[in-house]
């Protein structure tokens, strides 16, 4: 399994940090995991295009996680491949209205023409494929926020906070994982409702007995050495801070 970090930052995107986004490669399948602004022109840079996704899942509905869905559709159906392939995206209740809403409005440019897109949204149980299961837990951000929690054949697993407060879902999501990808936004001392601060993730991370972190959507006023220090008080194995375009092999 790989990871390669497309966007770390919050909805205020800087010169370092785009909107939220993340490739995860199992076997054959290159899975997006969010689609905030500049994660489509992010995976370019990694030679992926639209037409190489084979699934999408999508956290919650914000702006910063979703917005190049529409233009990810519209690269889609406007490449040059000759076969496409089929796509299922996946997201929180209300998503099959959004999609509905969004394809509305850009149906030309979207509505697929010699291959399907399927939509899901979340309902609790494990989501099964050939060669990887995800399973989707409702965290504490919005009223339909998701993390997710991926699982290889071999047993190896990624976990992915979404945009979170503390909860006891985030513990379940990342326990015994490879990698969790835990959001920090904002520190110690400007805790903000819906998020976590360093203290709160390492917590998280110590108590789902996580083998390494990966520090995510952080603000851009944030001092990295303050967070993983404050991170490292209650968590003791790997800290990391996800940097864009970096790849990951997790196992």
């Given amino acids: 399994m790989q990871l390669t970090v497309l966007g770390s930052g919050t909805f205020q995107p800087t010169a370092k940090r785009g909107c939220s986004g993340y490739l995860v490669q199992i ?17 370019a840079k990694k030679n992926i295009t639209a037409e190489d ?28 491949h000759t076969q496409k392939k089929d796509i299922s995206l996946y997201g929180p209740p209300g998503f ?28 609790g149980v494990r989501i099964k494929f050939a060669d990887f299961s995800i399973g989707a837990y409702p965290v504490k951000h919005t009223e339909n ?25 985030l513990i379940t999501l990342c326990k015994n994982s490879n990698v969790a990808i835990i959001e920090c936004t ?20 110590h108590l789902a007995e996580c083998k390494r972190v990966l520090l995510t959507h952080l603000d851009p006023m944030t001092n990295e050495k303050e967070i993983i220090s404050s991170c490292s008080n209650h968590f003791k194995g790997g800290i990391s801070i996800a940097e864009e375009l970096d790849t990951v092999n997790i196992s």
């Fill in 186 to 205: 904002f520190p110690d001392d400007r805790k903000v409702e819906g998020h976590l601060t360093p203290s709160e993730a390492g917590r998280a991370a």
């Fill in 96 to 123: 099959k209205e959004y999609y509905s809403r969004i394809e509305s409005l850009y149906y030309k440019s979207i509505h697929p023409e010699n291959y399907n897109i399927s939509i899901f949204e979340y309902d």
């Fill in 145 to 169: 926020s998701y993390g997710f929690r991926f699982v290889d054949n071999n047993g190896i697993v990624l976990a992915y906070s979404g945009d979170t407060d503390y909860c006891d879902n």
């Fill in 53 to 80: 996704i084979d699934l999408v899942f999508i956290s919650h509905l914000h702006i910063d996680h979703i917005s190049d869905l529409v233009p990810f559709l519209f690269a889609k159906k406007q490449g040059t």
């Fill in 27 to 43: 076997e054959e399948n290159n899975v997006l995991l969010d689609s905030g602004a500049g994660v489509l022109r992010q995976l």
